[in-house]
């Protein structure tokens, strides 16, 4: 599972259901990677509409209806298009929920965002720079959009794990003794810069012959990164190791963890690594930059630079006592991002919606004290 996808595996299952009944609605078809929802007793409902399909909006108003829905949370542009819709026309708070970190939107969704802003309670933004993007792109004020930084189960992620585990780990991976490994978990698109991390690798792998690179993660440009890496002569130096369920495992199996982004929101992935107290190696991406501080618990690259980001590898290659300062520091940065303190904010707001926002036609919401949403500490 991807991203949101697995935000809300760990999210749903999280609220207090003596005072909350949260349930997910997926536009489209159900798909392989959404058994792991299921499987945690997520009610899950998919609509099966196509990205145009007019009637998604009558189709989702009878699920709101069905359902007596007070708050609805939308992520994603079908879902904050028709679900602002169907806030209006039953004056339901929503919240506008951003992930991504863009410069632009098409001129159709600029249009739907001008007109359905009056509709938006409040944007939640991964990231300031995503704050940014939610503001100019998506046309919502700055005074409705606030950054509130998601997080991981620390349970899951910062435990200490024994040897033979990680070394069962590092079996399954495929990581022979003495090798050095070198992972990142990813979609791979664009945005993610892997293409400067098979660049990368070639440099590395002709210093460092232990060195062994892992990319994990599916997505659109896997041949044409198979093929550039095939033409540097990366071999099995480079191992493209497709979707993977166990993140946690995954992760424990690395040495160092790269994050070559070209831009980001802040990746869930990012905070897994934290918690987990890998060492890592990242780019400058506005998104990282939020959460990662260059020298303390990482150590920060430019963008599209292979050569930096080479160098910056065989550095944590080089120096064992590096690695162990950084991955110490990971611990304690991440431990400040666990998702029980996200779940409780979106209770707060939950409850602050539903309180305040049909009374004072949306208004209210902004008037109240907002603050426990960017706080960093747990909040009651």
Same mark, same amino acid.
Do not use: W
């Given at each position: 599972m991807h991203g949101v996808k697995r935000l809300f595996s760990w999210m749903i299952p999280g609220f207090n259901r003596e005072h909350f009944d949260v349930a997910l609605v997926s536009l489209r078809k159900k798909d392989l990677s959404e058994e792991p929802l299921e499987a945690l007793g997520v009610d899950i409902t998919y609509m099966e509409r196509s990205k &145009? #399909? *007019? /009637?998604? /909006? *009558? $189709?989702l108003l009878r699920i709101i209806d069905r359902r007596r829905v007070d708050i609805l949370h939308l992520h994603g542009y079908g879902a904050t298009t028709f679900g602002r819709l169907a806030g209006a026309l039953r004056g339901i708070p929503t919240i506008l929920h951003e992930h991504a970190n863009l410069t632009d939107t098409p001129w159709f969704q600029k249009i739907a965002d001008r007109v359905l802003e009056p509709y938006t309670d409040i944007a939640i933004a991964v990231s300031n720079s995503t704050a940014e993007f939610v503001v100019g792109a998506r046309q919502i004020p700055a005074s409705k959009v606030r950054v509130v930084y998601l997080g991981v189960p620390l349970v899951e992620f910062s435990r @200490?794990?024994?040897? #033979?585990?990680? $070394?069962?780990?590092? @079996?399954e991976m495929g990581i022979a003794p003495g090798e050095l490994a070198i =992972? !990142?978990? !990813?979609?791979?698109?664009?945005? +993610? =810069?892997?293409?400067?991390?098979? #660049?990368a690798a070639a440099r590395v792998v002709s210093q460092r012959p232990a060195a062994r690179f892992f990319l994990v993660g599916e997505g659109p440009l896997l041949p044409d990164l198979q093929a550039q890496a095939a033409a540097l002569g990366l071999g099995d130096r480079f191992v493209f190791a497709g979707f993977r369920r166990d993140v946690a495992g995954t992760l424990s199996a690395f040495d160092v963890s790269v994050f070559p982004s070209l831009w980001? =929101?802040? *990746? /869930?992935? $990012? &905070?897994? !690594?934290? $918690?987990? =107290? +890998?060492p890592i190696v990242a780019t400058d991406a506005d998104g990282l930059m939020d959460i990662l501080t260059d020298g303390r618990d990482a150590l920060i690259v430019p963008r599209r630079d292979p050569a930096a980001l080479a160098d910056a590898i065989i550095r944590v290659i080089d120096h064992p006592d590096e690695r162990d300062r950084l991955s110490a520091a990971a611990r304690i940065t991440g431990a400040q991002y666990d998702i029980d303190v996200f779940v409780r904010k979106m209770e707060r707001l939950y409850t602050l919606l539903h309180d305040v926002s049909r009374a004072t036609h949306r208004r209210g919401v902004l008037e109240a004290d907002l603050s426990f949403l960017t706080a960093g500490i747990p909040v009651s």
């Open positions: &145009f #399909d *007019p /009637l998604t /909006l *009558p $189709a @200490q794990r024994a040897a #033979d585990e990680i $070394a069962s780990a590092r @079996q =992972g !990142t978990i !990813t979609r791979l698109h664009e945005s +993610k =810069g892997n293409s400067y991390l098979v #660049d980001e =929101g802040t *990746p /869930l992935t $990012a &905070f897994e !690594t934290l $918690a987990m =107290g +890998k």
